[in-house]
């Protein structure tokens, strides 16, 4: 393949595991004004781990950054990348990426929200077949994650172990009383599908159902 869609062999199966770039996060920053010069940073713990160079015009984001494959040497990359926007149904519009990729000599061209450096370049999840975590998740994985999301956004800690929170100041108690018997719905399903899991590996599990 060539163009944007070529030079792959380091690229990542997993969202999750690029770094990305979020047009709307972009947009709310000022990225995309017309006439824009400045950068954009990824950092982890407060540290910057990477960073780009980048400028608009009204219909293109030039990122402008190195890269290099396997310990290689550096490169430096300048991507152009259409822009277009689409109204929203109360006023005013939404920005989209037009990804500029090309795998087996075809252009994407797709209308996009994030691009990802699953490779030399920045793409739709699609040009690099890039899958979800959640995707490759077990059935009760999925429900765990659902019932800590519920756990976190009432203020406690994330697991089974962990007690739940009291009712966040100004909730209704209908309102927390439904969050709380979903986390238990959620924990209990989880827990009856790993069992069933498992079962065929460590029969004597089913003397404790």
């Avoid at 040009?127 to 956004?153: I, M, V």
Wanted: glycine fraction near 12%; include cysteine; charged fraction near 25%.
């Amino acid at each position: 393949m060539g163009g944007f869609g070529s030079g792959r062999s380091g690229w990542k199966d997993k969202v999750e595991d690029c770094r990305s770039l979020d047009v709307n996060r972009l947009h709310r920053e000022g990225c995309l004004a017309p006439g824009y010069v400045g950068g954009w940073q990824w950092t982890r713990d407060g540290l910057r781990v990477a960073n780009i160079s980048m400028h608009s015009t009204d219909k293109t984001l030039t990122l402008i950054y190195r890269f290099r494959q396997n310990g290689g040497v550096w490169q430096d990359v300048h991507q152009v990348t259409g822009l277009t926007s689409t109204p929203c149904r109360f006023g005013g519009t939404r920005p989209w990426f037009i990804c500029p990729g090309v795998v087996n000599g075809t252009r994407c061209g797709r209308r996009v929200g994030k691009l990802h450096a699953g490779g030399r370049y920045f793409l739709c999840r699609h040009c690099y077949r890039l899958a979800y975590a959640s995707q490759s998740e077990r059935a009760f994985d999925r429900l765990l994650r659902r019932a800590n999301k519920l756990r976190t956004g009432l203020g406690g800690e994330p697991g089974t172990g962990a007690l739940i929170a009291r009712k966040p100041k100004g909730m209704h108690w209908k309102t927390y009383d439904a969050r709380v018997a979903e986390i238990d719905q959620l924990e209990e399903t989880a827990n009856q599908l790993f069992m069933a899991s498992y079962r065929h590996r460590f029969p004597e599990i089913s003397l404790f159902l």
